[in-house]
């Protein structure tokens, strides 16, 4: 069976999960709980449902909505109709997600209206992004179809039609197409597979150790890599139930936990730092928790052991990746002592090869700093569309350079010592400066600006905006930031913006970030 999930596809996965854990819970999500046997047949059924849209095999479907379970169907739906996914942040404002929808060529996209007070098939409208969209939970505004209905027009689809269509998918076919900022200041496409997908999240579940009647609560995004295939497919590789979380708060967690006997709770190490600040600790029963996975900023030894003596976790682990390798490279191990886990990122995973290199491409001694590459089977095909930018990401002999600089000690383990060059980390959302710059020049205010990241006690690290006005312009910082938040997603939005004469440059006319970046925390007092 391991060979099967390793180089098989997610609609042959849907089918063994419902062989090998029939009766057991695969989702719950409210009043709706669903058997595995169960779930295979809504996505059975949602396949139809898309085969009746004329969805073909390979069509790009994007998703944009908050963790629920219609987002679990309508996923193993579309892969059971061939189709790619093309998962939508819900921090995105409309022209932000319209961008993602245009330059992936997505067939349709599937929404929500009201979560959170947003609106997201109106800001589409507003965006002018032209396809359809199935709403799947809430009202379904006018020109748009309810999901209901979507899956009831599918009904007239014969069965035998979705399971050949299913049968068709093959390992090396598209799974997705995972958006990720770059340093040119627009979003690119991962292109990753069905094959890669299923054998890095066989070996991430065995190595943190996730089984068959875990209780999985999964409060990291389905649209980020975490929530989706260290969530949704992992959680299917292994048996354990889907218990989807869209709103993080330490209260309602800790409800949740008690109440659904929660055993699994990964997160960035923000979320358990909430969860021990929270004044509804002592008494909230979490002596269900066993295991937790966390990652994407530096963690204090002192986390580890509170999470384990604190919140009773019997196993924590760190790893390492970005989307460009599957969202997975390196992991610590189960058995590994608490400063490890908490100083390094872990080992490579069984099948990649990861190495600290020099400018020369050639390994540099154990112990000394260089950048992060990595080969294996996880890397992605390529940016979609974007041949140069793959070139310079991948080179000819299949290393990815992350653009991140680490140490790696005598045992194989690494430690990322700086991040891709200008990147910041806000509450385990990568933020790149050159994306949320490209953003604030939208505002017919602003001549010039510079992004830097900046410490913050809650999330880490925040964005401050050095900004040069126009000549005839007039602002306050806080205006601007009122405008930043109003149209960018809240983790790129500048919490801080300093109005300057000037940005500081070198010779050749590049901005000097780091001078800025010492200036923010000189500004902010650290």
């Known amino acids: 069976m391991r060979g099967d999930l390793e180089w098989g596809t997610v609609p042959r996965l849907v089918r063994s999960a419902a062989e090998r854990f029939s009766d057991l819970e695969a989702v719950v999500d409210d009043r709706v709980r669903l058997t595995f046997?169960?779930?295979?047949?809504?996505?059975?059924?949602?396949?139809?449902?898309?085969?009746?849209?004329?969805?073909?095999?390979?069509?790009?479907?994007?998703?944009w909505a908050p963790n629920i379970h219609e987002w679990v169907v309508a996923l193993l739906g579309l892969h059971g109709a061939g189709a790619v996914l093309v998962p939508l942040n819900t921090r995105f404002k409309g022209a932000e997600a319209a961008y993602i929808l245009e330059k992936s060529g997505a067939r349709m996209a599937l929404t929500v209206t009201g979560f959170l007070g947003a609106d997201y098939a109106g800001m589409l409208r507003e965006a002018r992004a032209v396809l359809?969209?199935?709403?799947?939970?809430?009202?379904?505004?006018?020109?748009?179809?309810?999901?209901?209905?979507?899956?009831?027009?599918?009904?007239?689809?014969d069965p035998a039609d979705a399971r050949d269509r299913a049968a068709a998918v093959g390992p090396d076919d598209l799974s997705d197409v995972m958006f990720t900022s770059g340093t040119t200041g627009r979003p690119k496409?991962?292109?990753?597979?069905?094959?890669?997908?299923?054998?890095?999240?066989?070996?991430?579940?065995e190595v943190v150790g996730l089984r068959a009647g875990d209780r999985y609560l999964v409060v990291n995004p389905f649209f980020h890599s975490f929530g989706y295939k260290a969530g949704i497919v992992a959680s299917l590789i292994a048996g354990a139930t889907i218990v989807p979380h869209a709103v993080f708060d330490p209260s309602s967690v800790l409800g949740r936990v008690a109440e659904e006997r929660i055993t699994m709770l990964p997160g960035p190490p923000t979320l358990y730092q909430s969860i021990l600040a929270d004044p509804q600790l002592p008494d909230a029963d979490i002596t269900s928790l066993r295991l937790a996975v966390t990652g994407a900023?530096?963690?204090?030894?002192?986390?580890?052991?509170?999470?384990?003596?604190?919140?009773?976790?019997?196993?924590?682990?760190t790893g390492y990746g970005l989307t460009e390798c599957n969202g997975?490279?390196?992991?610590?191990?189960?058995?590994?002592?608490?400063?490890?886990?908490a100083t390094t990122s872990g080992r490579a995973i069984p099948g990649v090869e990861v190495l600290v290199a020099g400018d020369d491409g050639a390994e540099v001694e154990r112990g000394l700093p260089g950048e992060v590459?990595?080969?294996?089977?996880?890397?992605?095909?390529?940016?979609?569309?974007?041949?140069?930018?793959?070139?310079?990401?991948?080179?000819?002999?299949?290393?990815?350079?992350?653009?991140?600089?680490?140490?790696?000690?005598?045992?194989?383990?690494?430690?990322?010592?700086?991040?891709?060059?200008d990147m910041f980390i806000v509450g385990g959302f990568n933020a790149y400066p050159a994306e949320v710059e490209s953003l604030v020049l939208r505002n017919r205010k602003v001549a010039q600006v510079a992004v830097v990241g900046v410490p913050d006690e809650r999330l880490g690290e925040v964005g401050m905006a050095f900004v040069v006005l126009r000549p005839d312009a007039d602002a306050t910082p806080d205006e601007l930031v009122e405008w930043c938040r109003a149209e960018m997603a809240n983790y790129k939005a500048p919490r801080y913006v300093e109005i300057v004469d000037a940005l500081p440059l070198n010779a050749s006319g590049k901005i000097l970030k780091f001078e800025l970046r010492d200036r923010g925390r000189s500004v902010l007092g650290w």
Request: charged share 30%; net charge negative; hydrophobic share 45%.
């Open 37 to 63: 046997a169960e779930l295979a047949d809504r996505a059975e059924r949602a396949t139809r449902a898309f085969i009746r849209s004329g969805v073909e095999a390979g069509d790009r479907v994007a998703i």
């Open 297 to 317: 900023a530096v963690i204090p030894v002192d986390l580890i052991h509170r999470m384990r003596g604190e919140l009773g976790f019997e196993t924590v682990v």
């Open 328 to 341: 997975i490279a390196t992991m610590c191990r189960h058995d590994d002592d608490a400063e490890t886990i």
């Open 189 to 205: 496409g991962a292109m990753l597979t069905h094959g890669q997908t299923l054998r890095s999240f066989a070996d991430w579940a």
């Open 132 to 157: 359809p969209i199935v709403v799947l939970r809430g009202d379904a505004p006018a020109g748009t179809v309810a999901w209901d209905d979507f899956l009831q027009a599918g009904d007239s689809v």
């Open 373 to 421: 590459i990595v080969r294996g089977y996880n890397v992605m095909r390529a940016y979609f569309d974007e041949p140069e930018e793959t070139a310079a990401a991948i080179d000819e002999s299949g290393w990815l350079h992350t653009g991140d600089i680490g140490v790696m000690d005598e045992r194989g383990y690494l430690r990322i010592t700086d991040r891709k060059k």
